[in-house]
């Protein structure tokens, strides 16, 4: 069975600084890697999608790495914000069964 | 458009109750999730449906029913809940079994007093 861990489970830091969220996965067998961010009470916002086929996605400040062959993702976040503040979450897309196994999230706070 | 729209964003029943909760997608997807989230923690599978059929069922007591009328649609009948049901309920889409992006709506606010 699929298994994801994100470290750390928290993380607080000043405005402006640069940081790196982590994911492994225990399986390979996958069809992507999506990176989430989740607001208090809120549902998910997609923030970035890694192919499996792919390496690395861009999307502004944020940038998202992919190496499936030993199980791992980082997300980077530079120039951190006081709204960067919310959960973090991994996810894979199992390509045997097609669904989508969460790691239990980072949280993020940045303050001014 | 990549929405998903549930309704109601809040519910709150009682144990006796029978409600749905609703989510609408017109991105084409022909999978289609239930999730359970409770606070501070990951969301929780519960149901996925694949070109209008149930695919999987995480062992989901009976009081939870889903329903996937159109590939637009997927509802969750709810009735006699209990409290330890109260969470938010989150609908997803996307498509079987392809590399294709999940997308998710907004949640359900569900409390069970």
């Known amino acids: 069975k699929q298994e994801v861990t994100q470290i750390p489970a928290a993380l607080s830091v000043p405005e402006g600084e640069n940081l790196v969220l982590n994911c492994s996965f225990t399986d390979s067998a996958i069809y992507n890697l999506q990176w989430f961010r989740q607001d208090p009470g809120k549902g998910l916002t997609s923030l970035l999608l890694i192919q499996s086929s792919q390496r690395e996605q861009t999307s502004g400040r944020l940038n998202a790495s992919l190496d499936k062959s030993s199980g791992r993702s980082t997300l980077y976040i530079a120039a951190s914000q006081p709204g960067d503040s919310a959960t973090y979450l991994c996810?894979?897309?199992?390509?045997?069964?097609?669904?989508?196994?969460f790691g239990r999230g980072t949280q993020l706070t940045v303050w001014p | 458009d990549t929405e998903v729209t549930q309704t109601p964003k809040h519910l709150v029943m009682g144990m006796t109750n029978k409600k749905s909760l609703k989510c609408e997608q017109h991105m084409g997807h022909r999978a289609m999730y239930w999730y359970k989230q409770k606070a501070k923690k990951p969301p929780e599978l519960m149901f996925v449906?694949?070109?209008?059929?149930?695919?999987i069922n995480e062992s989901v007591p009976s009081r939870f029913s889903p329903e996937c009328p159109n590939s637009s649609l997927l509802n969750l009948h709810l009735h006699a809940l209990q409290p330890e049901d109260s969470a938010l309920y989150l609908c997803a889409s996307s498509q079987p079994l392809s590399n294709v992006e999940a997308f998710f709506g907004q949640g359900t606010r569900l409390t069970v007093v």
């Open positions: 996810a894979v897309k199992s390509s045997t069964l097609g669904r989508l196994y």
């Open positions: 449906y694949s070109y209008e059929k149930l695919s």
